[in-house]
């Protein structure tokens, strides 16, 4: 999602004629758009904006300057403006203002800007043309999120689930196939929620599928929760789909999972997995897991490694737990040692690495 905020954001910046550039040495502007989703990745971006001295013109974009607001200013006064991610439409308008402002150049640097009230952002910024790859283009289907898993900062820093008009998407993958375009990934927080008017999202994976010009069709993220059979067999039915479904697991313990509120068990998850694999065939599937959310136990943490092995995922992505501001797991005592998240981490890791080596053999030998 940030990766397309961010061509957003050049594409409205060019539209303006400002030069992007990725060497901040030559820039008068540099913009950091940023995650909030880990600790890591706010720790990166404090270490990144304090190597940029006053004589820049600083912004912080999307997810932290909506968690921080004007608290950044007090951390890092280098940095001059903040816009969160429903606001991104401002950001050539604050540029100006600092550029053209009649304000001395000594005390030009005192004022700060904020923006992190907006609500909905303007369909146009989907519709400036600017896809750093120029074959293919991710597609914003929806913004934010109202599931509320309790570990995650997603539906705080960018709001409620609000589904675009599925008229305008097409749109924008009309012009985007216009400009050369063969392949596209839909995006959103969960797709699988999307839904506007009478069209829901497999209504408007079939419709996207139907765009002459179109060769590939992806999507990503699927919540289990959301996840239909439907889905797999439109999946099965059209050659321009990808054969791949990203599906969180998250956990694969049921107490776990119903302390971050992810509205399914176990068992429904390991059916839903079953069942993708029998509809679309030769597919791959991979996942998210969190180790050490607070209370996890050995045994908590057994059941998910015979998820892992049971559900043999393609590859799986493994993080370590860690409080995020807002959230309900963030009043939840976070009791397993950091040292002990980092064990559960590294199992994972090398169990997930031997099966991923033993699917690949198997492609390998389908292929042959
Ligand atoms: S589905 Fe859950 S984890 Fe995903 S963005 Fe929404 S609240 Fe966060």
Known sequence: MNVRDSEVICGLLKKERYKITDQPDRADIILLNTCSV?????????????????????GILGCMAQNYKEKIFERAPQVDFIVGPQDLHKIPEIIVNFTTSRIAPENLFERKIFETNGEIRPEEIYHT??????????VVISEGCSNFCSYCVVPYVRGHLRSRNYKDILREIEEAIGEGITTITLLGQNVNAYQ???????????????????????????????????????????????KYLHLPVQSGCDRILKLMNRGYTRRFYLDLADNYRKIVKNAALTTDIIVGFPSETEDDFHETCDLIKKVEFDSAFIFKYSPRPHTEAQRLADDVEETEKRRRHGLILDLQKLISKKKKSETAIINE
Request: positive net charge; without cysteine.
């Open 129 to 138: 043309g600017f896809y750093e790859d120029k074959r293919h283009a991710y």
């Open 38 to 58: 880990r600790q890591h990745a706010e720790d990166k971006v404090w270490s990144e904006v304090g190597r940029y001295k006053n004589n820049k013109i600083i």
């Open 196 to 242: 506007y008017k009478d069209v829901n999202f497999v209504g408007l994976v079939e419709l996207v599928n139907s765009v002459k010009g179109l060769k590939e069709l992806s999507f990503i993220t699927s919540h289990p929760k959301d996840t239909s059979l439907d889905l797999f067999k439109t999946m099965q039915g059209s050659e321009k789909i990808k």
